[in-house]
């Protein structure tokens, strides 16, 4: 799993199309970013403030580690 699909999955808990409309973005962009595309620095500045706003434990290393299998976010 890429951290893109990490983070909708497993620290928002949403669907694709839910986490576009939390990044500002088209579900499309949303598949690819967990297809290896990554977002621009004003994409990942919309997810980190959805984050905040929704008073989600945020760290930006989120952005470029996925954690193992089987290890707690």
């Known amino acids: 799993?890429?951290?893109?699909?990490?983070?909708?999955?497993?620290?928002?808990?949403?669907?694709?199309?839910?986490?576009s409309v939390?990044?500002?973005v088209t579900q499309a962009t949303?598949?690819?970013?967990e297809n290896g595309v990554a977002p621009s620095l004003d994409e990942m500045?919309?997810?980190?403030d959805a984050a905040e706003a929704r008073k989600i434990k945020?760290?930006?290393?989120?952005?470029f580690e996925t954690p193992k299998p089987g290890v707690a976010a």
């Open 1 to 19: 799993m890429n951290a893109l699909k990490h983070i909708r999955k497993n620290v928002f808990k949403v669907t694709q199309a839910e986490f």
């Open 22 to 24: 939390l990044a500002g």
């Open 30 to 33: 949303v598949s690819r970013w």
């Open 45 to 48: 500045k919309a997810i980190r």
């Open 58 to 63: 945020w760290n930006d290393r989120l952005f």
